[in-house]
T-cell receptor
Framework: DGGITQSPKYLFRKEGQNVTLSCEQNLNHDAMYWYRQDPGQGLRLIYYSHIVNDFQKGDIAEGYSVSREKKESFPLTVTSAQKNPTAFYLC????????????FGDGTRLSIL | SQQGEEDPQALSIQEGENATMNCSYKTSINNLQWYRQNSGRGLVHLILIRSNEREKHSGRLRVTLDTSKKSSSLLITASRAADTASYFCATALSLLSNFGNEKLTFGTGTRLTIIP
């Protein structure tokens, strides 16, 4: 089945450590997105990518980095500069045109040790 | 700031009743989308309504859009226990004209509980 796979499901970060969240899609979608969700809140956009080897900052990019070397993959690194990283992280993809929905993975929950 | 704001924040109804959730937004949009999120899971797309549409149906779901009032509503008819979830509206704006891609801005959601 086509879909988006996020791993790991749970992740723990130590102080001063960088961690990388994986996102893989087999939907042949051009566009991919990373969101952060805090308890009782909506989603906020961290980074997005329209096409391979190109990505743009979203609303809350500070302390995060991404890469888009392959169409299928859009990993997110939470760096030590992100002082409040505890949250639920969601990856999504879309066909990259107007009036198309986004398809979401099942998320990674990141906590601080 | 949040583009979409859902109302109410929480809603509890008996199984079989209808559930109505509302969403208000601030700027012109390409489309408005509704998503469902079960606890600890990702979002599932329910329905997309374009800015030139006024009403759309999908199974037990009915969505309306009033661009003059900048508001939308989601109606779930004949609710079931499996409908228990959080529901989010998301407004879509064009990111870059040459790519034709869109940015979604999400509201804070309505938590719906269906009582068996």
């Amino acid at each position: 089945d086509g879909g988006i796979t996020q791993s790991p499901k749970y992740l723990f970060r130590k102080e001063g450590q960088n961690v990388t969240l994986s996102c893989e899609q087999n939907l042949n979608h051009d566009a991919m997105y990373w969101y952060r969700q805090d308890p009782g809140q909506g989603l906020r956009l961290i980074y997005y990518s329209h096409i391979v080897n190109d990505f743009q900052k979203g609303d809350i990019a500070e302390g995060y980095s991404v890469s888009r070397e392959k169409k299928e993959s859009f990993p997110l690194t939470v760096t030590s500069a992100q002082k409040n990283p505890t949250a639920f992280y969601l990856c999504a993809s879309s066909g990259g045109r107007v009036n198309q929905p986004q398809h979401f993975g099942d998320g990674t929950r990141l906590s601080i040790l | 700031s949040q583009q979409g704001e859902e109302d109410p924040q929480a809603l509890s109804i008996q199984e079989g009743e209808n559930a109505t959730m509302n969403c208000s937004y601030k700027t012109s949009i390409n489309n408005l989308q509704w998503y469902r999120q079960n606890s600890g899971r990702g979002l599932v797309h329910l329905i997309l309504i374009r800015s030139n549409e006024r009403e759309k149906h999908s199974g037990r779901l009915r969505v309306t859009l009033d661009t003059s009032k900048k508001s939308s509503s989601l109606l779930i008819t004949a609710s079931r226990a499996a409908d228990t979830a959080s529901y989010f509206c998301a407004t879509a704006l064009s990111l870059l004209s040459n790519f034709g891609n869109e940015k979604l801005t999400f509201g804070t959601g309505t938590r719906l509980t269906i009582i068996p």
